[in-house]
């Protein structure tokens, strides 16, 4: 992507990208196109497993693992290091283009999208590629495709419709065989009937085929009606209401309010305040946030692993309690629009129980009165700027936060009544309100703002952290999975994967290294940008499954919390600071399995060089009964084991540095004691307990196991 921003710039271009925003409603079942992706995964994992991995990895890329959504935010902070512009669309990213290149003022001066975009009226030139080496473009005229198809406007939309576009099935029934299925053949079927609606009508006596009699008016509708965010008012509204009809219309009609569907809300959503979309539009929320408001459905789909029985509890946990996070996320957000959004039902529809659905209490009294409890932050830029000086710190984040409420004397000060006459108007003062909020609403601290256990332990790791280690995100995620019950040794599901410890030794050996994976996993592993070359396993991709659904409910609670003080007028609502905002909080992407993968590769090569992992043990851990040949074998298996791995992650920058890295996650290199065991242990001390024993003695195997593990800096 760099490379192809500097060719632009390079070449004159100044690019102005356009994302989807809000989905309009669903013209397919949920998981209609999902089931299909988890069965190519589910047989991708199969090949791999036996060794076909050319054929698994394609199996993987045509499952399509990563979607736009993944990456918004790696995307939107690339653009604002770039001063690359780029809006979010109210819905569809077509419409808000094509009004960007139809506006009197021509925002842009050409559209490069999908072929869809000819949909629209008005539209002529699109174009469809671009070598950046030959510095050339591939582009289609519509007024050409029309006249070599002998079509007109209206009926190359039903055509297209009718052929089916992205998001919506084609018509399966056309009187031709799949073999001979071409867009000109539809073409010339619509054609022959003079309009999409009189050739489907020629179906009307075929009960299969009447459901795709209303999706075809709902799309169409969708098309001529899109609904676009205006420039210089703010408002959304339909296209056709903005913009003068195209100059290829043979009535010349201007279209007025009055021709707009009355029932545009069914198609698309109900209406939000305009704000809502202009902060959408300009990065501060994701469309995730809105969507299952809008749509009254929340769809969890299927992990890239697939599914185990724990997962699906979890799944429910982080969403259906009155106090769970999703739930509260949308609470956060219904209860600062007009009164009808709080009543709106939202159900959660799971992949493993899509035939149900399970209902959302965003309005219930309890998640109400839980939401309306952190309406006593709003501490002034005063105390923040005194904060990051008492903390030595430049960056509000987590630990400033956790700091400046670590004792109670600094939580009283946080304490501050909203004061109508003096809101909270810097960026720092949203951020650090935004993110207190959020640590009470996750009972990390309480209604008088003090230190929860888990704030306390999850507090002290963080100050054990190197800087530069960027441990903060990691060391949260860990204690809301421990307090989860999802970062254990034990198996998840009913059955083994592949990918796990691979030595000969006892179980308690590979079930205390299978905890240090798991671990070390949550943390993203640094490497070069483009394919992940290096091996793969599915029993950290099973446990990453836990982390990616825990680490993306964070970020939309705190999404959530920053547009409800926004609309709430905690802080002044009027602002172009909005992306800054939403980059300063954290969770902004997932973390990869790779880490994990690196430690097991180094793992189990050591005791395999080594002679066995009792032989590892032994040596390492200074065991009576360790030979100094077993010592300088072990010495000698990591050092080679560490060359080897320069070869087998050519992705990976530094694979010392990085093991290194990922066991000060565990265990500090020094007389410290380890951010995790730090925490684990500050938890188990509490009275009542935190966490279980049986939890905590699993970690103190785990790191009794971990130490002759230890990686040396290479000697220079």
Same mark, same amino acid.
């Given at each position: 992507?760099?490379?192809?921003?500097?060719?632009?710039?390079?070449?004159?271009?100044?690019?102005?990208?356009?994302?989807?925003?809000?989905?309009?409603?669903?013209?397919?079942?949920?998981?209609?196109?999902?089931?299909?992706?988890?069965?190519?995964?589910?047989?991708?994992?199969?090949?791999?497993?036996?060794?076909?991995?050319?054929?698994?990895?394609?199996?993987?890329?045509?499952?399509?693992?990563?979607?736009?959504?993944?990456?918004?935010?790696?995307?939107?902070?690339?653009?604002?290091?770039?001063?690359?512009?780029?809006?979010?669309?109210?819905?569809?990213?077509?419409?808000?283009?094509?009004?960007?290149?139809?506006?009197?003022?021509?925002?842009?001066?050409?559209?490069?999208?999908?072929?869809?975009?000819?949909?629209?009226?008005?539209?002529?030139?699109?174009?469809?590629?671009?070598?950046?080496?030959?510095?050339?473009?591939?582009?289609?005229?519509?007024?050409?495709?029309?006249?070599?198809?002998?079509?007109?406007?209206?009926?190359?939309?039903?055509?297209?419709?009718i052929a089916g576009f992205e998001g919506f099935a084609t018509f399966n029934f056309l009187p031709f065989e799949p073999h001979n299925f071409s867009f000109q053949n539809v073409a010339g079927f619509v054609k022959s009937r003079g309009s999409g609606v009189a050739s489907l009508m020629t179906?009307?006596?075929?009960?299969?085929?009447?459901?795709?009699?209303?999706?075809?008016?709902?799309?169409?509708?969708?098309?001529?009606?899109? =609904?676009?965010?205006?420039? @210089?008012?703010? #408002?959304?509204?339909? &296209?056709? $209401? *903005?913009?003068?009809?195209?100059?290829? +219309?043979?009535?010349?009609?201007?279209?007025?309010?009055?021709?707009?569907?009355?029932?545009?809300?069914?198609?698309?959503?109900?209406?939000?305040?305009?704000?809502?979309?202009?902060?959408?539009?300009?990065?501060?929320?994701?469309?995730?946030?809105?969507?299952?408001?809008?749509?009254?459905?929340?769809?969890?789909?299927?992990?890239?692993?697939?599914?185990?029985?724990?997962?699906?509890?979890?799944?429910?946990? =982080?969403?259906?309690?009155? @106090?769970?996070? #999703?739930?509260?996320? &949308?609470? $956060? *957000?219904?209860?600062?629009?007009?009164? +009808?959004?709080?009543?709106?039902?939202?159900?959660?529809?799971?992949?493993?129980?899509?035939?149900?659905?399970?209902?959302?209490?965003?309005?219930?009294?309890?998640?109400?009165?839980f939401i309306e409890s952190v309406s006593k932050w709003n501490v002034d830029a005063r105390y923040v700027e005194n904060e990051l000086r008492r903390q030595v710190s430049s960056t509000i984040d987590l630990s400033l936060c956790l700091g400046g409420t670590s004792d109670p004397a600094h939580?009283?000060?946080?304490?501050?009544?909203?004061?109508?006459?003096? $809101?909270?108007?810097?960026?720092?003062?949203?951020?650090?309100?935004?993110?207190?909020?959020?640590?009470?609403?996750?009972?990390?601290?309480?209604?008088?703002?003090?230190?929860?256990?888990?704030?306390?332990?999850?507090?002290?790791?963080?100050?054990?952290?190197?800087?530069?280690?960027?441990?903060?995100?990691?060391?949260?995620?860990?204690?809301?999975?421990?307090?989860?019950?999802?970062?254990?040794?034990?198996?998840?599901?009913?059955?083994?994967?592949?990918?796990?410890?691979?030595?000969?030794?006892?179980?308690?050996?590979?079930?205390?290294? $299978?905890?240090?994976?798991?671990?070390?996993?949550?943390?993203?592993?640094?490497?070069?940008?483009?394919?992940?070359?290096?091996?793969?396993?599915?029993?950290?991709?099973?446990?990453?499954?836990?982390?990616?659904?825990?680490?993306?409910?964070?970020?939309?609670?705190?999404?959530?919390?920053?547009?409800?003080?926004?609309?709430?007028?905690?802080?002044?609502?009027?602002?172009?600071?909005?992306?800054?905002?939403?980059?300063?909080?954290?969770?902004?992407?997932?973390?990869?399995?790779?880490?994990?993968?690196?430690?097991?590769?180094?793992?189990?090569?050591?005791?395999?060089?080594?002679?066995?992992?009792?032989?590892?043990?032994?040596?390492?851990?200074?065991?009576?009964?360790?030979?100094?040949?077993?010592?300088?074998?072990?010495?000698?298996?990591?050092?080679?084991?560490?060359?080897?791995?320069?070869?087998?992650?050519?992705?990976?920058?530094?694979?010392?540095?990085?093991?290194?890295?990922?066991?000060?996650?565990?265990?500090?290199?020094?007389?410290?004691?380890?951010?995790?065991?730090?925490a684990v242990r500050s938890l188990r001390q509490y009275p009542g307990g935190a966490i279980t024993p049986d939890l905590a003695n699993q970690f103190e195997a785990a790191d009794a196991w971990l130490k002759p593990f230890s990686v040396e800096t290479p000697k220079s």
């Open positions: 992507m760099e490379r192809d921003l500097k060719a632009l710039e390079k070449a004159g271009v100044k690019p102005v990208f356009v994302f989807n925003g809000l989905s309009p409603r669903e013209f397919e079942r949920p998981f209609a196109k999902d089931d299909a992706k988890a069965m190519r995964r589910a047989q991708a994992w199969e090949n791999y497993e036996q060794g076909r991995v050319p054929v698994a990895q394609q199996g993987f890329a045509d499952s399509d693992p990563v979607i736009p959504a993944d990456v918004m935010r790696i995307v939107h902070r690339l653009f604002k290091q770039r001063s690359v512009e780029f809006v979010v669309a109210p819905y569809l990213a077509w419409a808000q283009l094509v009004y960007l290149e139809r506006h009197d003022r021509a925002y842009v001066h050409s559209m490069y999208g999908a072929e869809e975009l000819f949909m629209f009226d008005g539209v002529d030139r699109v174009i469809l590629g671009i070598d950046f080496q030959s510095s050339t473009v591939r582009f289609a005229s519509k007024a050409a495709i029309l006249a070599d198809l002998q079509l007109t406007h209206d009926q190359f939309l039903d055509t297209a419709i179906f009307r006596d075929y009960p299969p085929a009447s459901p795709f009699f209303d999706q075809f008016a709902r799309a169409r509708c969708m098309i001529k009606f899109s =609904l676009v965010l205006v420039a @210089q008012e703010g #408002r959304v509204l339909p &296209l056709p $209401l *903005v913009l003068p009809p195209p100059a290829s +219309s043979q009535t010349n009609t201007v279209t007025t309010a009055a021709d707009v569907p009355s029932d545009l809300s069914d198609i698309f959503s109900p209406h939000l305040p305009d704000e809502v979309y202009y902060q959408v539009f300009r990065g501060l929320v994701g469309p995730s946030v809105i969507n299952p408001l809008t749509s009254g459905i929340l769809i969890e789909s299927t992990p890239l692993c697939g599914s185990t029985p724990d997962y699906e509890n979890y799944i429910k946990n =982080l969403t259906e309690p009155p @106090q769970s996070p #999703r739930c509260v996320a &949308l609470a $956060l *957000v219904s209860s600062v629009l007009h009164p +009808s959004w709080t009543k709106r039902p939202v159900s959660a529809v799971y992949y493993f129980n899509a035939q149900s659905q399970f209902q959302i209490p965003h309005g219930s009294p309890m998640t109400t009165a939580a009283q000060r946080t304490i501050v009544p909203k004061n109508t006459e003096k $809101l909270l108007e810097k960026k720092d003062e949203i951020v650090a309100n935004t993110l207190w909020r959020f640590l009470e609403l996750r009972s990390f601290l309480t209604a008088s703002h003090q230190h929860t256990p888990y704030a306390a332990a999850l507090h002290q790791a963080m100050k054990l952290s190197k800087v530069n280690d960027k441990f903060q995100e990691a060391l949260y995620l860990a204690i809301e999975l421990l307090r989860g019950g999802a970062l254990h040794n034990g198996r998840i599901g009913n059955r083994p994967y592949s990918g796990g410890p691979n030595f000969q030794g006892a179980e308690q050996d590979k079930r205390s290294m $299978l905890l240090v994976m798991r671990v070390l996993s949550i943390v993203p592993l640094s490497f070069h940008p483009g394919p992940w070359a290096g091996p793969v396993s599915r029993e950290l991709l099973v446990f990453n499954s836990f982390l990616r659904a825990t680490s993306r409910s964070m970020r939309t609670l705190l999404e959530a919390t920053a547009l409800n003080v926004l609309l709430r007028s905690d802080a002044r609502r009027s602002r172009e600071d909005y992306l800054d905002i939403a980059l300063s909080l954290p969770f902004q992407t997932d973390t990869n399995t790779g880490m994990g993968i690196l430690f097991k590769a180094f793992g189990d090569t050591v005791c395999h060089m080594a002679g066995g992992v009792d032989v590892v043990m032994r040596a390492g851990s200074g065991t009576t009964g360790a030979h100094p040949e077993e010592i300088e074998a072990v010495q000698a298996a990591k050092e080679q084991t560490l060359e080897l791995l320069n070869d087998a992650f050519p992705n990976v920058k530094n694979v010392s540095s990085e093991l290194q890295r990922g066991l000060r996650f565990w265990q500090l290199l020094t007389e410290h004691r380890g951010q995790i065991m730090h």
